[in-house]
């Protein structure tokens, strides 16, 4: 009797749920179902025992029955009814107030099948709108701190009238490769699983975050909250069971959600210009489809479809944005692009820096074992680097052309090649065909200068030398070097008398010259290297065509004289 009272009377709690489950199993007992469990008192037994016996109580227990279904339905229903409440904390209302009396659906689900299918549907909805009002408005309130780090002038390209500041007729600094520059921006990809961002703690700092880090902190939310449920789900209406009816289940609730995120990303990218950001992003979609794949057994089924649809929404994207910095690099008229000069061009920094981004994130893991996304993500990044590498090269080779003086351009490719290697070292890029080429034209250009350098002051002996060693390479040559004598001596006393102003002068035009100090020195390196070479050989052939010092011989200067010299400037290259 006190059994029957709390079912009819006694405010849904622990001992509510006692007598349901001991309900529960007389009922099962009595319409020969099982045993007793051992929750039923002696008394109860008893009653279950003679019920069974004489049938006499079958009455009482339909309509316990009866009552019992519709305080466990409504109790269930009034519970799911609160999760649609606002600043309602669902897990605690889960875990406390459903979770702890799952066994009530259960009893529903062998007394009731109606009222258990009805608590289901309602959950089902009610958890499906309560997540898609929580992730639209996460994602309302994510968008109030968007950190714009391109807008749609941030191309290779980019006119110079668009880098300008707003306030100076000056062009920003800050504007002249930053967009394309990975930093610290990669870090993003070890915070996977780092809590997402809070939003009051965003307010009260005035915090900004770019693309990458915005979606991160929606992927970790959702997946969060797609593991809880899935946990809960399981517990509360499969006792605890991981079937495809689990997963089903959670696929159900999270539709609406899953779909809102995917929409506002779709949003997101319409007005995306951060080539960067969507590299890391497409990053991060990847990688967290690959660690789900890890773990099969705690894995939400409706999440791969979801990062499929995130990937089909970014491809297209990342490669239109790849395609107009391409563009604007094959199409750029140099008159465009800022006065000619001879120093780093703002289109090599930022070539220089979007090239080592590429290469630092794509290509990206396969999403899956065996499926060819790693090999296709390969070939499509050799494909675009090795396109905007041949397209920027043609574009210095323009922005050069408009130079007057042959020597100026020299120095200005010079003086872009080594801003483009100097960043993909600190990029950490030390190796590839792009490396490899940029490394080759740099060498081919100082080799230009270090010519161009020289004929200033020694064309006359130069010419000289290269003249006589053809000459002395000649198959049907005979006999000694006739040379002409007053024209040895004439090349001899001019370099005794210039040669220290000359290698002054080659030392003040390339400090002049170079942005870079260590590539000027270098530079510079190469030019007294290659003066002492060509001055040896000048004495080796003056020492073959005189068996003798001929008079003149007095005035060639010592190799050791000239080293010495040279190691004047050698202090600086160390």
């Not at 099948?113 to 009002?133: C, F, G, I, N």
């Amino acid at each position: 009797r006190q059994r029957q009272m709390c079912i009819r009377d006694r405010p849904v709690d622990e001992r509510f749920l006692s007598a349901v489950t001991a309900l529960d199993s007389t009922l099962r007992y009595a319409r020969g179902g099982g045993e007793i469990k051992a929750g039923a008192d002696a008394d109860w037994r008893a009653a279950c025992v003679g019920a069974r016996a004489v049938g006499d109580a079958a009455p009482l227990h339909d309509k316990l029955e009866q009552k019992a279904s519709l305080r466990c339905r409504d109790y269930l229903l009034e519970k799911i009814e609160a999760l649609r409440t606002s600043q309602t904390n669902i897990h605690l209302l889960q875990r406390t107030q459903l979770a702890k009396y799952s066994y009530l659906y259960r009893f529903l689900e062998g007394h009731a099948p109606d009222h258990a299918a009805e608590v289901r549907t309602t959950y089902v909805e009610s958890m499906a709108k309560t997540l898609h009002a929580l992730f639209r408005a996460y994602h309302a309130a994510l968008d109030k701190h968007d950190l714009e780090v391109a807008n749609k002038f941030d191309v290779v390209a980019v006119e110079e009238h668009a880098m300008r500041s707003q306030f100076t007729s000056r062009v920003s600094l800050t504007k002249r490769g930053d967009g394309f520059s990975l930093g610290d921006r990669a870090r993003v990809l070890d915070r996977l699983a780092a809590p997402p961002i809070l939003v009051h703690v965003a307010i009260a700092e005035k915090a900004s975050y770019p693309f990458e880090e915005l979606f991160r902190s929606s992927l970790r939310h959702l997946a969060d909250a797609a593991a809880s449920e899935l946990q809960f789900v399981s517990a509360f209406l499969y006792g605890g069971g991981r079937s495809d009816a689990v997963q089903a289940t959670v696929a159900e609730i999270f539709a609406k959600a899953l779909s809102a995120t995917v929409e506002h990303l779709e949003n997101k990218l319409f007005a995306c210009h951060d080539v960067v950001g969507l590299l890391l992003v497409l990053r991060l979609v990847r990688r967290a489809r690959a660690d789900a794949a890890k773990r099969p057994e705690t894995a939400v089924a409706a999440l791969d479809g979801f990062f499929a649809s995130c990937e089909r929404l970014l491809k297209p994207r990342l490669d239109a944005i790849l395609t107009a910095n391409l563009d604007s690099v094959a199409k750029a008229d140099p008159r465009n692009l800022g006065p000619p000069g001879v120093l780093p061009h703002y289109v090599a920094r930022r070539y220089a820096e979007l090239h080592a981004s590429v290469a630092a994130l794509l290509p990206a893991p396969p999403a899956a074992p065996d499926d060819g996304a790693g090999d296709a993500a390969a070939k499509e990044a050799h494909a675009f680097a090795a396109r905007l590498r041949a397209s920027t090269c043609d574009l210095l080779g323009r922005l050069g052309g408009r130079l007057r003086e042959p020597k100026d351009r020299v120095v200005f490719l010079i003086n872009n090649y080594d801003q483009i290697l100097s960043i993909f070292l600190e990029r950490g890029l030390e190796a590839g065909d792009d490396v490899a080429h940029f490394t080759a034209e740099l060498a081919r250009q100082r080799e230009l200068f270090v010519e161009d350098a020289l004929a200033e002051g020694f064309a006359k002996m130069i010419g000289f030398v290269k003249q006589t060693e053809a000459e002395m390479r000649t198959p049907d040559r005979t006999g000694d070097l006739n040379l002409d004598a007053p024209l040895v001596e004439r090349l001899t006393r001019d370099f005794a008398a210039t040669w220290k102003n000359a290698i002054l002068q080659v030392n003040s035009d390339v400090l002049s010259y170079f942005a870079n100090f260590v590539n000027g020195m270098e530079v510079l390196k190469q030019v007294l290297t290659q003066l002492l070479l060509y001055y040896t050989r000048f004495q080796e052939i003056v020492r073959k065509a005189w068996r003798r010092p001929p008079p003149f011989a007095k005035n060639l200067v010592p190799t050791n004289v000239i080293l010495a010299e040279i190691k004047k400037y050698s202090l600086s290259f160390e």
